[in-house]
T-cell receptor, first 110, second 115 residues
Framework: QKEVEQNSGPLSVPEGAIASLNCTYSDRGSQSFFWYRQYSGKSPELIMSIYSNGDKEDGRFTAQLNKASQYVSLLIRDSQPSDSATYLCAVNNRGNQFYFGTGTSLTVIP | DTAVSQTPKYLVTQMGNDKSIKCEQNLGHDTMYWYKQDSKKFLKIMFSYNNKELIINETVPNRFSPKSPDKAHLNLHINSLELGDSAVYFC??????????????FGPGTRLLVL
């Protein structure tokens, strides 16, 4: 079983819609959760981090964490073509144990 | 100013050769990492150094040897390159490996192609 699992997609949404990206993790002791965005040919860049159960909002982005279900999600409101990228879920278990999912490819259609 | 830089950006070489990739960060971070991203976009940690000391060494062939001359630099040397080593290698850094909330900052990546 992989440490972090994501649906690889591709996920296509029309411009202005809400994009919903999901991630599950296997280690119940995981403490920190991150969403990175990676454009084609570029390096990952952090867009959201979340450490406690519930929702965390930053502009058009909302991260949701449910530790009981071992589930973390990212919602992108008012999706824009510039949001088209691969979104990587990452989990930090014990300090330095960073695990990434395989990423979900998102395409926002104008 | 580039926070995490890597050289070279592209590396094309023959099987069996030895090559090095260099990484430098000017963020004042204590911890640096090497990741390998394969063609399916899976990003897997290879090594982690904290203040020049190795703290993570995942299951990586002995042909890969990291070196950290100081906490701002983490280089990766690869001996006897194989076709399966073709991938994008990312260097990253974070302030403190012991904090679970530390963000990692990635370099631009080195695209290695072994022929």
């Amino acid at each position: 079983q992989k440490e972090v699992e994501q649906n690889s997609g591709p996920l296509s949404v029309p411009e202005g819609a809400i994009a919903s990206l999901n991630c599950t993790y296997s280690d119940r002791g995981s403490q920190s959760f991150f969403w990175y965005r990676q454009y084609s040919g570029k390096s990952p860049e952090l867009i959201m981090s979340i450490y406690s159960n519930g929702d965390k909002e930053d502009g058009r982005f909302t991260a949701q964490l449910n530790k009981a279900s071992q589930y973390v999600s990212l919602l992108i409101r008012d999706s824009q073509p510039s949001d088209s990228a691969t979104y990587l879920c990452a989990v930090n278990n014990r300090g330095n144990q960073f695990y990434f999912g395989t990423g979900t490819s998102l395409t926002v259609i104008p | 100013d580039t926070a995490v830089s890597q050289t070279p950006k592209y590396l094309v070489t023959q099987m069996g050769n030895d090559k090095s990739i260099k990484c430098e960060q000017n963020l004042g971070h204590d911890t640096m990492y090497w990741y390998k991203q394969d063609s399916k976009k899976f990003l897997k940690i290879m090594f982690s150094y904290n203040n020049k000391e190795l703290i993570i060494n995942e299951t990586v062939p002995n042909r890969f040897s990291p070196k950290s001359p100081d906490k701002a630099h983490l280089n990766l040397h690869i001996n006897s390159l194989e076709l399966g080593d073709s991938a994008v290698y990312f260097c990253a850094s974070s302030q403190d490996w012991e904090s679970l909330q530390e963000t990692q900052y990635f370099g631009p990546g080195t695209r290695l192609l072994v022929l």
